[in-house]
Structures are given as C-alpha cells and as structure tokens.
C-alpha cells in the first residue's frame, strides 16, 4: 500500500491540491487542501533486495619507502641535491622522504621509482558489499518537517 506524502501513514491515498501543489495524502491529511480525486494504485511489481559488490581499489606508499630510496640512491652513487635537480623536487623533501618524517605523495613516489627503477607503490582491490533495500520507506513532507522542527 502506497504512503501519504505528509504523514507517511500507509491507507489509501487522495490526490490533493495543498497550497498550489498536488500531493498524494491519506484521509486524515486531505483536510489541510482541496481533495480532486481518489488515487487508484497500479499494480506494481514488487522490489527486493539487491546486493551489489563494488571493486575498490586502494592505492598506497609501502612502509620501508624511507630505507628502499635511500638505499637506491646510494647503490647509483648520487647525492641528495642531485636527485633533486633529476626530479625537480626540493634537496629538504628528498631529505625529510629518505629520513622516513614526510611520506611522498604519489606524484613524488611515481617519480623515484622511475628514477632508481623501484616499487614504493602497492594496490589493493577491496569488494565490498552494498545493500539495497527498496522496501524502506521514502522519506516525507512530514518527516522533513520534524526534522526542521527539532533543529
């Protein structure tokens, strides 16, 4: 059974003229405007449940980004400054990355493993389960205006 757009009590409905707007309301509420006709429900189908799985992808910097760079960088024999300048960064965020007290953005990481050919960064793939449920109750006039008045 279809529920009043005021009041959100499930009967049978009243297609009502209420303040310049036709809304479908049950009987108590059809007072509040001028009723036009008596609302006759179609057959609908009935929805169910759907479950979804939604494939996120996670994308983060590995732990020992710190002791992996460094080590690169020294294996290649090139100071600080001079992997600064290859990938126009700062010699402080190459210092600040290698001493582990500032993580690299993405960008940066990208960047260092196209330099010293190695991977700082790793992908997950989550599923997660969405729930829809179309039998819960739409949201009504009324409930927003119980809303608006506890505020």
Known sequence: ???CNLCGRESNLFK???EGTSLL???NCSTFGEVIEKYEQEEVKELKRVNKFIEE???YIIEDYATK???AREKLGLKQDEIARRIA???SVIQKVESGHLEPSLDLAKKF???FKIKLIQQTKENEEVKIDFKD???TIGDVLKLKDDK
């Open 57 to 59: 992808e996670t994308v």
């Open 25 to 27: 309301v049950c009987k």
């Open 1 to 3: 059974m279809p529920a």
């Open 69 to 71: 760079i460094k080590t």
């Open 113 to 115: 493993e196209r330099l």
């Open 137 to 139: 109750k739409a949201l």
């Open 89 to 91: 960064e700062k010699e």
């Open 16 to 18: 009502t003229n209420i």
